[in-house]
């Protein structure tokens, strides 16, 4: 099952496009879209990742940090991250133990077809490590701006607007 908010993220450890540790730990003091996506460089998948290209200066305006998280290789997401000059940071995911942790992987179907794979979820992450949001059902042209949309939204009720 997908974890809710609010609830801690998991933390995890794992290598990004360029094979180094990444420790979700170390983004304490940042908010973080972590945003698990199935594949890279399928059609989807770019759309999704060039919205948040195109929007990545209004993410870091607002202290947001990127991590996409795929089942991918890290050979796989530097060619990705490369070939669409995408600014933030892709994680490997290769045994898929992160999106267990998450709930995000599990039974699919497609086409009428029913196999195990990954459901395209973003988290919302405060600077203290907690999920303020779960974006599930992500229209892959809409996600960047729904996604600050909703930290918009959060920051608002904690300044109680």
């Not at 003091?29 to 199935?38: D, R, T």
């Not at 998450?102 to 497609?110: D, Q, R, S, T």
Request: hydrophobic letters at 35%; charged letters at 20%.
């Amino acid at each position: 099952m997908t974890l809710q908010a609010p609830s801690p993220a998991p933390l995890f450890s794992t290598v990004n496009h360029n094979g180094e540790l990444i420790n979700l730990h170390d983004f304490r003091g940042k908010k973080v879209l972590l945003y698990f996506y199935p594949q890279a460089d399928t059609p989807s998948c770019t759309t999704q990742a060039c919205g948040l290209r195109d929007q990545f200066p209004s993410f870091t305006d607002h202290n947001i940090e990127i991590l996409g998280i795929s089942p991918d290789s890290p050979q796989k997401l530097r060619k990705f991250k490369e070939k669409y000059q995408l600014p933030f940071q892709l994680l490997a995911d290769e045994d898929t133990q992160i999106a267990q942790m998450y709930g995000v992987w599990g039974a699919k179907k497609f086409m009428g077809r029913e196999f195990i794979g990954l459901h395209r979820t973003s988290f919302l992450i405060d600077e203290q490590g907690v999920i303020l949001q779960v974006l599930t059902n992500i229209k892959t042209k809409e996600h960047a701006s729904n996604a600050l949309a909703g930290f918009r939204h959060e920051a608002g009720h904690e300044s109680h607007e």
